[in-house]
């Protein structure tokens, strides 16, 4: 008996081709059997459910020599997974892809290309020029933006002909600008705005900062090695700021900075200290301020103190030092050849000292002289070098430093006074000890101006001769006798004739002295 097709429907169709589908097999009206059935002219094969094929399947095409082959349009909506994973080749063009490596893909448009290269193990994606790149390959091409190398050489970019953006991650730098940034981070070309985005820069501006900024390192501008907290430029144009603890310095000129402040280095440096003392052309200044060193140093001391050719100035000025100083002392005397002037003015010392007081006095010879002008130190005769005064009421003395009158002589030898030629001596006192207890000496002449004691020499011998000459305008002079006779008396004789002069000369033990005109 021939089969019915109305034994079919609903039922299960298998056939030896290996076609199986649990779906019910529809008329073509769709009044039979699913009613899910759609329209017959529009879908050679529909199935509601599962199917599964065993061998090829070609749609659009008759000789399938793959699992699936289309030739057509295919429209997925949900996804394509695998559980073991699988390859996939997909080309636009050309013979079939066998080798199950992704090597091309069209989107939609001219140009765009996504290209996965086995060989140089990189992964290109071409959007209308733009360019990705994934790759293990340091050589690879520069991109818009590319990841690649392998371990340890990797590189991040993005970048086009002219501007770069490149991170490094095996050397942790940065680089904008460039392909080899040489720090952790490096601009090529600027301006870096950090702040408000009016800001602007300038080629010669390359970082431009809106607020404050804050480096917990050295800051380099002019420079990629600074060696302080701050350093702008290098070499002889160097400005830097060092820190050691809270210590900090600024050198100009130097890299170095040994003080709170140095310019420049050498002879012609300029270094303020930590304590504030200035040096110029010195690194270690001794005092305030000190200029240069050696016999050519200027030295001011904590104290005002200035010091020429010497480091330890004794006053407030003193130029040099030793026999060749002069020193203004804190008193203001001045010292010339000495360091310690006893007046206010002192050229050298000791018996070669000049020396002018500060009442107005002045010393050659003696750093302490009794009268207006004094030569010499000798108090009296024989007691040191000859000394030559001239007192404040304008009297002068020669061998004493107390004289009595206006010019009054002590000597020492038979010579006291000794005149050339034709002189005329008025109100003359020439004596060797003092005018009130005057002791005669023979060969000698005595003029008097005020009354007093002359005393005969004690041990004379025949023919000594003393002349006398009274000038004191008095009568009440005395002439001693001392043990001899005068005139054949032991008895003293008074000089009672006015404005009077006369002789005594030894004679003999009886006679004694004699008087004579």
């Not at 017959?40 to 094969?45: A, E, G, H, Y």
Request: hydrophobic share 40%; glycine share 16%; charged share 5%.
């Amino acid at each position: 008996m021939p089969q019915k097709l109305s034994s079919f429907f609903g039922k299960t169709l298998t056939s030896t081709s290996g076609i199986n589908t649990a779906a019910n097999i529809v008329s073509p009206s769709g009044s039979f059997g699913d009613t899910n059935a759609l329209p017959q002219d529009s879908n050679k094969l529909f199935v509601a459910g599962n199917a599964y094929v065993s061998g090829n399947l070609g749609i659009g095409t008759t000789a399938s020599t793959t699992k699936l082959e289309v030739d057509g349009n295919i429209r997925v909506t949900g996804f394509v997974s695998a559980t073991d994973g699988f390859n996939i080749g997909i080309q636009s063009t050309g013979s079939v892809i066998t080798t199950g490596l992704v090597t091309a893909f069209n989107f939609v448009g001219a140009g765009n290309t996504f290209l996965y290269n086995a060989t140089t193990k990189t992964v290109d994606i071409s959007i209308s020029g733009s360019a990705l790149s994934i790759s293990t390959s340091t050589t690879s091409v520069a991109q818009d933006l590319a990841f690649v190398g392998g371990s340890g050489t990797s590189v991040i970019g993005i970048a086009t002909t002219t501007n770069r953006l490149v991170y490094i991650p095996s050397s942790g730098n940065l680089g904008i600008g460039t392909t080899n940034p040489l720090g952790q981070l490096q601009v090529s070309s600027g301006p870096v705005i950090i702040g408000a985005a009016t800001s602007t820069g300038t080629a010669s501006q390359r970082l431009q900062v809106t607020g404050g900024a804050y480096v917990s390192g050295n800051l380099g501008i002019g420079t990629t090695n600074p060696l302080g907290t701050l350093q702008v430029g290098a070499g002889t144009s160097t400005f830097i700021v060092t820190q050691v603890g809270t210590a900090v310095s600024v050198g100009i000129g130097t890299t170095i900075p040994l003080g709170s402040l140095q310019v420049g280095a050498g002879t012609s440096i300029v270094l303020v200290t930590s304590t504030g003392s200035v040096g110029v052309g010195t690194t270690n200044p001794l005092g305030s301020l000190q200029v240069g060193a050696g016999s050519s140093i200027v030295l001011v001391t904590s104290t005002g103190s200035v010091g020429i050719g010497t480091t330890i100035p004794l006053g407030t000025l003193q130029v040099n030092s030793g026999t060749s100083a002069v020193v203004v002392s804190a008193g203001g005397s001045v010292g010339i050849g000495t360091t310690n002037p006893l007046g206010r003015l002192q050229i050298n010392s000791g018996t070669s000292a000049v020396v002018v007081s500060a009442g107005g006095s002045v010393g050659i010879g003696t750093t302490n002289p009794l009268g207006q002008l004094q030569v010499g130190s000798g108090a009296t005769v024989g007691s040191g070098s000859s000394v030559f005064i001239v007192s404040g009421i304008g009297s002068v003395g020669v061998g004493t430093t107390n004289p009595k009158f206006q010019m009054h002589i002590v000597g020492v030898g038979s010579t006291a006074l000794f005149v050339v030629g034709e002189s005329q001596l008025t109100r003359v006192a020439i004596t060797t000890t003092s005018l009130n207890a005057l002791t005669l000496e023979a060969g000698r002449t005595y003029i008097y101006y005020a009354p007093t004691t002359l005393t005969l020499p004690l041990s004379p011998t025949a023919g000594d001769r003393i002349e006398v000459i009274n000038r004191s305008g008095v009568t009440t002079a005395v002439l001693a006798r001392n043990g001899q006779s005068i005139m054949g008396l032991a008895e003293n004789l008074d000089l009672d004739v006015i404005n009077g002069a006369f002789t005594v000369t030894y004679s003999n033990v009886t006679d004694g002295w004699v008087i004579g005109r």
